[in-house]
């Protein structure tokens, strides 16, 4: 398999993997990605509180180009970025209180 064909598995991967929600009971709004260089010169991207690979379809992220592991680590930590402003969205609007709550 060449260079380019890997690559564009990869990011194929990614774009299904993130179009299906992600891996299931990955949606920790503190998860957070990076990405680093292996002895054999190849990047993983890794989740950076546990030091394991990030994982999708089953494979871990690891034996990546420095270009798809930049990638796919700024797509991951923005959807988490998303996410968290999501979440803080919905905790905001449920704590204005209600006007049965204000007494009479």
């Known amino acids: ?3 380019e064909t890997e690559r564009k598995q990869i990011a194929a991967a990614i774009s299904v993997w993130e179009n299906e929600g992600g ?9 957070q990605y990076g990405r680093r260089i292996e002895a054999d010169r190849s990047w993983t991207i890794y989740h950076v509180f546990t030091g394991v690979p ?14 798809d592991a930049t990638s796919g680590m700024l797509r991951l930590n923005l959807r988490n970025a998303e996410r968290r402003r ?15 709550e204000f007494g009479s």
């Open 54 to 67: 990030a994982r999708f379809g089953g494979d871990a992220m690891t034996g990546l180009s420095r270009l």
């Open 86 to 100: 999501e979440r803080i969205e919905l905790s905001s609007f449920k704590t204005i209180p209600r006007p049965a």
């Open 23 to 31: 891996a299931p009971g990955q949606d920790s709004i503190h998860h």
């Open 1 to 3: 398999m060449t260079m």
